[in-house]
């Protein structure tokens, strides 16, 4: 079984910053790309940033240039910087990461529960 749980997501005022965590456990073989999305409300869940194993990092033009993403692979987690925060930025984060579990030759992509991100005005 394979589990991310997030972390982090709070209530913040614009220009502020925070940063989410989303941690994997569970019988994990290898874990390649991990990402974070976000769903705000009445909205679409919609692509954040992803990054590689090797630390190749992809953002949407949304966040560009605020948030940075990074990873520890020694301890199966994702990060998500987030500075000049707006209030459009509100919104439930959720991580994603594809994992090659022990018993398993192929890779699944996992989510996590989310974490809710609030940006005050």
């Known amino acids: 079984q394979v589990q991310l749980v997030e972390s982090g997501g709070d209530l913040v005022q614009a220009g502020g910053s925070l940063r989410v965590s989303c941690a994997a456990s569970g019988s994990i073989f290898s874990i390649t790309a991990m990402g974070w999305y976000r769903q705000g409300p009445g909205k679409h869940r919609d692509l954040v940033a992803t990054i590689t194993r090797s630390g190749t990092s992809n953002y949407a033009d949304s966040v560009k240039g605020r948030f940075t993403i990074s990873r520890d692979n020694a301890k199966n987690t994702v990060y998500l910087q987030m500075n000049s925060l707006k209030p459009e930025d509100t919104a439930v984060y959720y991580c994603?990461?594809?994992?090659?579990?022990?018993?398993?030759?192929?890779?699944?992509?996992?989510w996590g529960q989310g974490t809710q991100v609030t940006v005050s005005s």
């Open positions: 994603t990461a594809d994992i090659r579990r022990v018993s398993s030759t192929v890779y699944t992509r996992y």
